[in-house]
Nanobody, 124 residues
Framework: QVQLEESGGGLVQAGGSLRLSCVAS????????LGWFRQGPGKEREFVAA????????WYTDSVKGRFTISRDAAKNTVYLQMNNLKEEDTAVYYC?????????????????WGQGTQVTVSS
């Protein structure tokens, strides 16, 4: 059993930055994937980024490449999402999630454990 807790959301102007954190309680195994998803107003939940826990290999959706960086601190059982050059369309509730899939997964139903979400609002 793993519990995930996000923090770091808030209100920021377009062009600004935020860093989200997700602390995991419980055991994260070396082949697990930690991911970030988001759900904007009236939209479906979508994949943002993911990282393999052991290799720290990363994946991103195209709309955030070059602006967002996912990283992890294994000693703290924490995954981060550094978000730079934020745009209004990045406004959403951001969720941290853990997948035990054998390969990188982009679908939310491949993720077993979820945090409660943190709101990110980007104003013009």
């Amino acid at each position: 059993q793993v519990q995930l807790e996000e923090s770091g959301g808030g209100l920021v102007q377009a062009g600004g930055s935020l860093r989200l954190s997700c602390v995991a309680s419980g055991t994260i195994y070396s082949n697990d994937f930690l991911g970030w998803f988001r759900q904007g107003p009236g939209k479906e939940r979508e994949f943002v980024a993911a990282i393999n826990w052991r290799l720290a290999k990363t994946w991103y959706t195209d709309s955030v490449k070059g602006r967002f960086t996912i990283s992890r601190d294994a000693a703290k059982n924490t995954v981060y999402l550094q978000m730079n050059n934020l745009k209004e369309e990045d406004t959403a509730v951001y969720y941290c999630a853990l997948s035990k899939s054998e390969y990188i997964a982009y679908r939310s139903d491949s993720y077993t454990y979820w945090g409660q979400g943190t709101q990110v609002t980007v104003s013009s």
